[in-house]
């Protein structure tokens, strides 16, 4: 690894962990351009960045956290972020308001959307 801090500031066991701590944050910034539109902003506004990548933020942990929870033991655990947002973001729903619930159409059942509902489904132990 070729840097220009001084072997005397920090180890290079150090040194390789501050380099893969950047490229953990790096690749997550990439994850963020590709899948949530980052780099499709309308702003040039500092607020108005720091609002959206806190929703980007907010938006990727609750998606990891459902991964990890609600569809574990699914087809749709082991499946990445970016195709898990492309595939159930393309399937098509109604939602109907009625008086005490809310209910929601899924007219055609793929595959992927067949494995959103069985994933949705109390577990009973």
């Not at 942990?61 to 609600?70: D, G, H, R, V």
């Not at 067949?114 to 994933?119: I, L, R």
Request: net charge positive; hydrophobic share 45%; with cysteine.
């Amino acid at each position: 690894m070729i840097t220009n801090i001084n072997s005397e500031k920090m180890s290079a066991i150090e040194l390789f962990h501050v380099y893969n701590e950047r490229q953990t944050i790096e690749a997550f910034f990439k994850t963020c351009k590709e899948v949530y539109g980052i780099k499709n902003l309308r702003t040039s506004k500092f607020y108005g960045i720091y609002g959206f990548l806190w929703l980007v933020f907010i938006t990727h942990n609750l998606i990891t956290l459902m991964k990890n929870t609600t569809f574990n033991l699914s087809k749709l655990q082991n499946m990445g972020v970016q195709a898990l947002i492309k595939k159930l973001g393309n399937i098509s729903a109604r939602v109907i308001e009625l008086r005490d619930t809310i209910e929601i159409v899924l007219p055609s059942l793929s595959e992927i959307a067949k494995s959103f509902v069985e994933a949705l489904q109390p577990k009973y132990v």
